[in-house]
């Protein structure tokens, strides 16, 4: 039998976020972001749940492939654009849309040799500082850009630093809209947390929106907002068993390190995952876990393949829990009950996106049907 540790994808939570989604941006169209393989869900697997979008945006050329082979003819955004002048011949050849956000890219687009012209999503670095021309130099390269034979239609994208947080977008947003005024064609603005918490202002849903973390169930936000305010479903659950409980006494501790020491009589259970798993090692005693499908705490350090749970709330809840009992270290355990990723996040120092990508190889993965 094979470790017992396994993640599900919920294909109608997944459904049901992108729905959410367009709640908040009504008029938008709502690429889904599924780039990193779809934050570690697997594009095929995701691909159900979120098939409803109008576009899918990723980083990937051989992720695109992996879409177009799903059987989805719609839009396909490159979000960086192509890598290299050969990147272009796919982007011919699946009719893959690419932002560009530097001359080099345009110097390649005007030299490819193509029938079909390109739809091009023109970047502006306003303020983020990572991709895209600045608003000086971004009617030029516009101009460039529309004088090519190569390309057809010309879209216009930003990305927002600070939606989640106090900055917020307003002064992203100013300078985009001074440097883009007249400029015709689609725009493109805001992530997950920018269409929630913004998405109230026209000109931040624009024409499109571009939700990643959001369609998986977390809170852009968090701690601020819980998933669960944005009426978001987790899409992923990552569930094991115990394989092991030890009763402690007074002065006993656990793991390496001995980092825990129980105070008094205490029963413990030893639950299949570890780092190498990609639950974080950065998790320390208190971090959130369910078992049985009640919520309880990890006591100690986390190993490559095990870590140890505190089961004095199952034996106040008169639920037995030993050998083979479920563990949900996120998302819903079988009797409903929810541990978002976001609290685990939290607890490690770090935030959801990591976590969802960061699940490793050898974890199983399966898809189900049902949220
Ligand atoms: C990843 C990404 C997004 C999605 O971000 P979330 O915060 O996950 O919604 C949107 N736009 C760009 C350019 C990205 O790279």
């Given at each position: 039998?094979?470790r017992?540790?396994?993640?599900?994808?919920?294909?109608?939570a997944?459904?049901?976020?992108?729905?959410?989604?367009?709640?908040?941006?009504?008029?938008?169209?709502?690429?889904?972001?599924v780039?990193?393989?779809?934050?570690?869900?697997?594009?095929?697997?995701?691909?159900?749940?979120?098939?409803?979008?109008?576009g899918?945006?990723?980083?990937?050329?051989?992720?695109?492939?992996?879409?177009?082979?799903?059987?989805?003819?719609?839009?396909?955004?490159?979000?960086?654009?192509?890598?290299e002048?050969?990147?272009l011949?796919?982007?011919?050849?699946l009719?893959?849309w690419?932002?560009?956000?530097?001359?080099?890219?345009?110097?390649?687009?005007?030299?490819?040799?193509?029938?079909?012209?390109?739809?091009?999503?023109?970047k502006?670095?306003?303020?983020?500082?990572?991709?895209?021309?600045?608003?000086?130099?971004?009617r030029?390269?516009?101009?460039?850009?529309?004088?090519?034979?190569?390309?057809?239609?010309?879209?216009?994208?930003?990305h927002?630093?600070d939606?989640?947080?106090?900055?917020?977008?307003?002064?992203?947003?100013?300078?985009?809209?001074?440097?883009?005024?007249?400029?015709?064609?689609?725009?493109?603005?805001?992530?997950?947390?920018?269409?929630?918490?913004h998405?109230?202002?026209?000109?931040?849903?624009?024409?499109?929106?571009?939700?990643?973390?959001?369609?998986?169930?977390?809170a852009?936000?968090?701690?601020?907002?819980?998933?669960?305010?944005?009426?978001?479903?987790?899409?992923?659950?990552?569930?094991?068993?115990?394989i092991a409980?030890?009763q402690?006494?007074?002065?006993?501790?656990?793991?390496?390190?001995?980092?825990?020491?129980a105070?008094?009589p205490?029963?413990?259970?030893?639950?299949?995952?570890?780092?190498?798993d990609?639950?974080?090692?950065?998790?320390?005693?208190?971090?959130?876990v369910?078992?049985?499908?009640?919520?309880?705490?990890?006591?100690?350090?986390?190993?490559?393949?095990m870590?140890?749970?505190?089961?004095?709330?199952?034996?106040?809840?008169?639920?037995?829990?030993?050998?083979?009992?479920?563990?949900t270290?996120?998302?819903?355990?079988?009797?409903?009950?929810?541990?978002?990723?976001?609290?685990?996040?939290?607890?490690a120092?770090?935030?959801?996106?990591?976590?969802?990508?960061?699940?490793?190889?050898?974890?199983?993965?399966?898809?189900?049907?049902?949220?």
């Amino acid at each position: 039998m094979p470790r017992p540790i396994a993640a599900t994808i919920h294909t109608a939570a997944l459904h049901h976020n992108l729905e959410r989604v367009r709640q908040a941006a009504p008029d938008a169209k709502v690429w889904a972001v599924v780039k990193a393989n779809a934050y570690g869900h697997g594009i095929e697997r995701a691909y159900e749940g979120l098939r409803g979008a109008d576009g899918f945006a990723l980083l990937d050329l051989a992720e695109a492939e992996r879409v177009r082979h799903l059987g989805w003819r719609g839009p396909i955004l490159l979000l960086e654009g192509v890598f290299e002048p050969r990147d272009l011949e796919l982007c011919s050849r699946l009719g893959l849309w690419h932002a560009v956000h530097c001359d080099e890219q345009i110097d390649m687009l005007a030299a490819h040799k193509t029938q079909v012209p390109h739809r091009v999503f023109l970047k502006m670095n306003s303020g983020m500082n990572r991709l895209g021309f600045t608003p000086q130099r971004f009617r030029a390269a516009w101009a460039r850009l529309n004088a090519l034979p190569q390309v057809d239609e010309i879209s216009f994208m930003t990305h927002f630093s600070d939606a989640d947080g106090p900055r917020g977008v307003a002064h992203q947003l100013a300078v985009f809209n001074t440097a883009a005024q007249d400029l015709p064609g689609e725009r493109t603005l805001s992530n997950s947390a920018a269409t929630l918490r913004h998405a109230a202002d026209a000109r931040v849903r624009a024409d499109w929106v571009r939700a990643g973390i959001a369609l998986y169930g977390s809170a852009p936000d968090y701690p601020e907002h819980t998933a669960t305010h944005w009426g978001m479903r987790p899409t992923m659950t990552l569930a094991t068993r115990l394989i092991a409980t030890q009763q402690l006494q007074a002065g006993d501790t656990v793991g390496y390190g001995s980092r825990f020491t129980a105070e008094g009589p205490l029963l413990i259970g030893v639950a299949a995952c570890g780092y190498a798993d990609g639950y974080p090692r950065h998790c320390d005693t208190g971090t959130p876990v369910l078992v049985n499908g009640i919520r309880t705490r990890l006591v100690g350090r986390v190993s490559m393949d095990m870590i140890t749970v505190d089961l004095t709330p199952l034996q106040q809840a008169g639920v037995a829990a030993g050998f083979g009992a479920e563990v949900t270290l996120w998302g819903q355990a079988s009797n409903g009950t929810v541990l978002g990723v976001d609290e685990v996040a939290a607890a490690a120092g770090t935030v959801s996106w990591e976590l969802l990508t960061a699940l490793a190889q050898r974890v199983p993965v399966s898809v189900d049907g049902n949220a």
